[in-house]
């Protein structure tokens, strides 16, 4: 049977919603075989993580074997669903996953995203289509992206990290050191001695990336300490931006990131944010701007003091699966172009 304007449209946006924001540099983004699913890719972060997908429309009735079909395959991580919402929709869409939970099925229902679409779109009309873009393109960034491939990155986590105040950069230099330590955890007294600064100033500052939840500890103290998936994509991010900043324009891709982490790009703010970065206050760190702006002026007292490398962060992980991936230990920028080269030779 063949797909209407609007099954065909709302599967291709989520592909390009995806496609289009790994312009960032973040993640790298492979098209993959569809099989029986309507749009299937691979996110590539710390590893890579199998997306399938599929698009309701019409045909409401075959929702259940939609979902079947979807948490039943082992090898995807990520399912995303886009459906037409009816009430007829919710009501079997709430019955199908009652019966799964109810089945006792090792089929792991979180990795299920669903994504509801007014129910009167008419993929014919110009506006309305940009408006579902939009929306969709939204939601997909935020509920994949942001909530698994990010490792669940938010607004409080950035800024709880700039609220930081004392010797400018420290804060930046030391979770740089963490990630790209060979040692599996890093101990305070060698991260105080190779950045020259008291065990006192270390500890304080790992607390604070802790709580910003960029750093694991071992032990149940902060001794110990190694970057998580969110710390790292952090720094990938800063580093993005700091790059991009340096232009005096950002991309329409990064500038979506800084959106969902309500972030505002002011390149007027950065004079201001570079006198007072010793200092912390709510009209210091908690304006959208000013956030931006201090992220930026951390990096460039980190680069000046300690000269550690931002534009090519080489991240090294204890993580069993990043084996599979080589992402970790190589610049993320070479990752980036190998995987756009091993697909244009597809």
Same mark, same amino acid.
């Given at each position: 049977m063949?797909?209407?304007?609007?099954?065909q449209f709302?599967?291709?946006c989520?592909?390009?919603?995806?496609?289009?924001?790994?312009?960032?540099?973040l993640y790298a983004?492979?098209?993959a075989?569809?099989?029986?699913?309507d749009?299937?890719?691979?996110?590539?972060?710390?590893w890579?993580r199998p997306?399938?997908g599929?698009t309701?429309?019409?045909?409401t009735a075959?929702?259940?074997k939609d979902?079947r079909?979807m948490?039943l395959d082992s090898?995807?991580?990520?399912?995303?669903?886009?459906?037409?919402?009816t009430?007829?929709g919710?009501?079997l869409f709430?019955?199908?996953i009652?019966?799964?939970?109810?089945? *006792?099925?090792?089929i792991?229902?979180?990795?299920?995203?669903?994504?509801?679409v007014?129910?009167?779109?008419d993929?014919?009309?110009?506006?309305?289509?940009?408006f579902?873009?939009?929306l969709?393109?939204d939601r997909?960034?935020?509920d994949?992206l942001?909530n698994?491939?990010? *490792? =669940?990155?938010?607004?409080e986590?950035?800024?709880?990290f700039?609220?930081t105040?004392?010797?400018?950069?420290?804060?930046f230099?030391?979770?740089?050191?963490?990630?790209?330590?060979?040692?599996?955890?890093?101990?305070?007294?060698?991260l105080a001695?190779?950045?020259?600064v008291?065990?006192?100033a270390?500890?304080?500052?790992l607390?604070r990336l802790?709580g910003?939840?960029?750093l694991?500890?071992f032990?149940?103290?902060?001794t110990?300490?190694?970057?998580?998936s969110?710390g790292?994509?952090?720094?990938d991010?800063?580093s993005q931006l700091?790059i991009e900043?340096?232009?005096?324009?950002?991309s329409?891709?990064?500038l979506?990131?800084?959106?969902l982490?309500e972030?505002?790009f002011d390149?007027?703010?950065?004079?201001l944010?570079?006198?007072?970065l010793?200092?912390?206050?709510?009209?210091?760190?908690e304006?959208?701007?000013?956030?931006?702006a201090?992220?930026?002026?951390?990096?460039?007292a980190?680069?000046?003091?300690w000269?550690?490398?931002i534009?090519?962060?080489?991240?090294?992980?204890? =993580?069993?699966?990043?084996?599979f991936?080589?992402?970790?230990?190589?610049?993320?920028?070479q990752?980036?172009?190998?995987i756009?080269?091993?697909?244009? *030779?597809q």
């Open positions: 063949a797909e209407s304007p609007e099954h709302l599967s291709q989520v592909s390009d919603t995806l496609n289009d924001l790994a312009r960032t540099n983004y492979v098209e075989e569809r099989r029986k699913f749009f299937a890719c691979e996110l590539v972060r710390d890579s997306l399938v599929q309701l429309w019409n045909h075959g929702l259940d979902i079909t948490l090898e995807a991580e990520i399912c995303a669903y886009v459906a037409r919402d009430m007829k919710r009501r709430s019955e199908a009652r019966d799964f939970r109810a089945s *006792g099925m090792p792991s229902p979180h990795r299920l995203r669903v994504f509801w007014p129910p009167d779109f993929a014919d009309d110009e506006s309305q289509r940009d579902v873009r939009s969709l393109g997909v960034s935020r994949i942001m698994v491939v990010f *490792g =669940n990155l938010t607004a986590d950035v800024r709880f700039v609220r105040s004392g010797t400018p950069g420290l804060h230099s030391l979770l740089h050191a963490i990630s790209t330590s060979r040692d599996e955890y890093s101990r305070l007294k060698d001695e190779s950045l020259d008291s065990q006192g270390i500890r304080e500052r607390i802790l910003s939840g960029f694991s500890q032990g149940g103290g902060a110990l300490a190694q970057a998580t969110k790292r994509l952090f720094l991010l800063s700091w900043s340096r232009k005096g324009v950002l329409d891709e990064l979506h990131i800084l959106r982490l972030m505002v390149p007027k703010r950065n004079e944010a570079t006198s007072t010793h200092l912390a206050g709510p009209a210091l760190t304006d959208p701007s000013m956030v931006t201090r992220i930026i002026a951390t990096i460039d980190a680069v000046s003091r000269g550690i490398d534009e090519n962060i080489e991240h090294i992980s204890a =993580n069993p699966r990043a084996e991936n080589p992402y970790l230990g190589e610049g993320r920028r990752f980036v172009e190998r756009s080269e091993r697909k244009s *030779g």
